[in-house]
């Protein structure tokens, strides 16, 4: 399977601009051969704590976007393409007071899957503004199981552990800020190495409405923990082909899973 991150500028507080933005870069993904394209936290507005401006409903536009996107691109290429992002969401049903950082994984056929972030960032405050979500989420996306969790979930290493048994390919949608940016390459290749899984980290680039830069740093790394793509600073896209056979093959080699305590 193929898998691309849209490594991409945020229109802060502007989705219409943004989704504008990315949506040839979404078309560039799935020319490329992209099955599982991926863009980044809050992807439309901006990783930010005014709720009042940037929540949506549940089938609010920044979803109906990826919505869209994903059954056209389907449609255009003749395959099925998944497109993933995080949409800040307010859903009566999980939390009626706080909403939800929710990544969103749509395929031809609508929404396949939901995954609400298990780490609010804290030193930001988003703990305060968003809830916490309370189940992992993997799935199996031609034939690869893919475990998808939201940027500050990639600081806990149980989060990967916990699922590591079931997942061939993690991903990790983010506004990592580039002020901590070795935080962000060395964490993403520990995951890879300790879990001996694929692990594609998508970041955004640029500046956003709190002042804080973003170099990107998106990148697809290997279950030995080698870059296989990497990219920084710019808009562009980073991809490359997963097997899940490899993951077999790593695993049975070095039996390091074998070891630990379930």
Not at 92 to 109: A, Q, S, T
Not at 140 to 148: A, K, L, Q
Request: proline share 5%; charged share 20%; hydrophobic share 45%.
């Amino acid at each position: 399977m193929r898998v691309v991150g849209v490594q991409h500028r945020i229109e802060w507080h502007d989705p219409d601009a943004t989704m504008a933005r990315v949506q040839p870069q979404i078309g560039y993904a799935v020319a490329a051969g992209g099955d599982l394209v991926c863009l980044t936290e809050m992807f439309s507005t901006g990783f930010s704590m005014d709720t009042d401006t940037v929540v949506e409903s549940v089938d609010g536009p920044s979803s109906a976007f990826l919505g869209r996107e994903a059954a056209a691109a389907s449609e255009r290429s003749g395959r099925a393409i998944h497109l993933a992002a995080s949409v800040p969401i307010l859903d009566p049903e999980v939390n009626p007071d706080l909403p939800v950082n929710r990544l969103m994984l749509y395929g031809p056929e609508g929404l396949v899957a939901k995954y609400d972030k298990l780490h609010p960032f804290s030193l930001s405050g988003e703990d305060k503004h968003y809830a916490a979500g309370t189940d992992p989420l993997t799935v199996s996306i031609n034939g690869t199981r893919v475990s998808f969790l939201v940027c500050f979930d990639l600081r806990f290493a149980y989060s990967f552990w916990d699922l590591a048994f079931e997942t061939d390919l993690f991903v990790v949608v983010a506004n990592w800020p580039a002020r901590r940016r070795l935080h962000w390459q060395t964490l993403l290749r520990a995951r890879a190495i300790e879990n001996l899984a694929y692990v594609l980290g998508v970041n955004r680039v640029g500046d956003d409405g709190n002042g804080f830069g973003h170099a990107g740093d998106t990148m697809l790394i290997s279950p030995a923990g080698e870059t296989l793509a990497s990219a920084a600073e710019i808009e562009t896209l980073v991809m490359g082909d997963v097997d899940p056979g490899q993951v077999t093959a790593v695993r049975e080699r070095f039996g390091f899973l074998d070891d630990r305590t379930r």
